[in-house]
C-alpha cells in the first residue's frame, strides 16, 4: 500500500512560455539544464517565466496551485511510492475547463513538465515538482 505525502512538502508549479525567442533573465539557471529536453518536448528554443505558486500537500486534499491567466494545477490521488517518488494525477484548467487530464510519477525536487496550449507565437509548459522549499530552491539536491 502507498503512503501519503507528508504535510511539510510543498507543491509548486509554473507557467513557461516557449518560443524561438532568446531566454528571458526570469529564468532561473537550472532551467539551462533542462534547454535539450524543452526543445524536445515543444519545438521552441527559448523559455521564459510566466508565474509561479506553491502550496503545502495536505494529507488526502486536493492541492491546488493558482497561476496567471485563470490557470490552474490540480493534484489529487498523491500517494508516496518510497525513495522521494509520488504517484499523481494531475489536471491543467483554463478557467472552468480541463485542459490537461494525467497520471504521473513523479520524484521529489525533479521537475515535471507537460505541454499546454499554443499561445501567441509559441506555447505554454507547466513546470510541476514536490519537494520540501520554497519557489526555485525547491530543486535542491541535497534535500
Known amino acids: 500500500m502507498l503512503a501519503p505525502a507528508h ?5 509548486w508549479a509554473c507557467l513557461l512560455f516557449a518560443s524561438n525567442e532568446k531566454m528571458s533573465r526570469d529564468v532561473p539557471a537550472w532551467l539551462k539544464n533542462y534547454n535539450e529536453r524543452l526543445t524536445k518536448l515543444v519545438g521552441y528554443t527559448g523559455v521564459r517565466s510566466l ?10 486534499k486536493p492541492a491546488v ?40 510519477r513523479i520524484s521529489r525536487g525533479s521537475p515535471l513538465f507537460f505541454r499546454g496550449p499554443s499561445w501567441r507565437n509559441g506555447r505554454l509548459i507547466v513546470a510541476v515538482v514536490i519537494g520540501l522549499r520554497s519557489g526555485w530552491d525547491i530543486w535542491d539536491p541535497w534535500d
Not at 504535510?7 to 507543491?11: C, I, P, V
Not at 508565474?51 to 488526502?60: I, M, P, R
Not at 496567471?68 to 517518488?85: A, C, H, K, Y
Open 7 to 11: 504535510a511539510s512538502e510543498k507543491l
Open 51 to 60: 508565474g509561479q505558486n506553491e502550496v503545502v500537500l495536505q494529507g488526502e
Open 65 to 104: 496551485v493558482n497561476l496567471p491567466g485563470s490557470m490552474r494545477i490540480v493534484l489529487t490521488d498523491f500517494d508516496r511510492e518510497g525513495n522521494g517518488r509520488f504517484v499523481v494525477n494531475i489536471k491543467f484548467y483554463r478557467g472552468d475547463r480541463a485542459l490537461i487530464q494525467t497520471q504521473a
